[in-house]
């Protein structure tokens, strides 16, 4: 790791198979800026656990979307590359920060929210406590940027509203992150309902587009997205939620403006638009899908480099850990 560089924290739940949102919200960007800063690219299983997953299931997502990571470009010798629950350090720093969390702000999480209303009557203190583990995530490595799609930016808050509160109470110890978002596609919306984001997670599959689906998948749900009835393909993200998120999608994996796709297919009508964005998709995803299904044949390489990666962040974590130790009034160790 280079002393010069920025640092760069970020990860995704094995909560289902990486979709176009995560791709074209988070996981291009990390691909983008990984020559350029050390990152530390995690896959947050601990978060996956705040809502009940099958066990033999979780185990596989897990080992699937680390290889996702690399089939998507990312490179595990350059990178720090681990399964959160491997460094400890993570459940422990997110204790710490819990003890100077307050109730009121965790529970006003737009995303807590939401993911309670689901749960229904018995809710999960691990959705409320949620922000602060991931707020320890990004803390423990004296992280400069977080590369995220729109909807972790409340998230993203919180971290730099606990940083700044250590470092009050403490003293200076950590780094108050930056957000990165880009600026096209961050918050691609779900297929089937254009008006809620699109989620690994959604009980329909016809909401997302994987980026492991097969072509023809990818092709049927973009024929079947939900649009509306006059045909017009112009960006109204008020009235048009549904072409306005296809001409996202579009855009994001062509780089195409949106108003030059908007000349383009002017006259045409949804069936010939909602083909080229399904052809577009297929396009930006293909090299990934032939890079996992090479990789998922080499267990023992995928291994090696969660192993590796777990290694080095510990390295780097238990030192940030050492430190709030310390700076709380816990007893001196070399540990
Ligand atoms: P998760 O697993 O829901 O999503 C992973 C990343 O994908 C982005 N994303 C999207 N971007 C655009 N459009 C969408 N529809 C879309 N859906 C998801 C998310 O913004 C995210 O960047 N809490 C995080 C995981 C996390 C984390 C962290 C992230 C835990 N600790 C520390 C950054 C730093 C989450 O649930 O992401």
Redesign the pocket.
Known sequence: MSDEKKTI???????GC??????????RSWKNLQDDYNCYF?V?DL??LTVKQDPAEMRRRCIELYAEYIACGLDPEKNVMFF?SHVPAHSELSWLLTCISYMGEMSRMT?FKEKSKKAGSNVGLGLLC??V???A??LLYN?DL????????Q??EL?RTLAARFNNAYSDTFKVPEPY?PAN??????LTDPTS?????AENPNA?VSILDEPDVIMKKFARAVTDSDNKIVHDAQNKPGVTNLLEIYSACTGEPISSIEDAFAGKGYGDFKKAVGEAVVETTQPIRDRFKTIMQDKAYIEKCYTEGAQKASCTANKTLAKVHRKMGLAPHKL
């Open positions: 924290f970020s990860g995704i739940q094995p909560s990486v979709t176009i949102g995560n791709y074209l919200g988070a996981l995690c947050v978060h996956a959160q995303q949620y922000p583990l991931m707020a995530d990004i992280t977080v590369p995220v799609g729109a909807d972790q930016k998230h993203l971290s978002i596609g961050a918050r691609i919306m779900s984001k699109m989620s690994k997670s997302y």
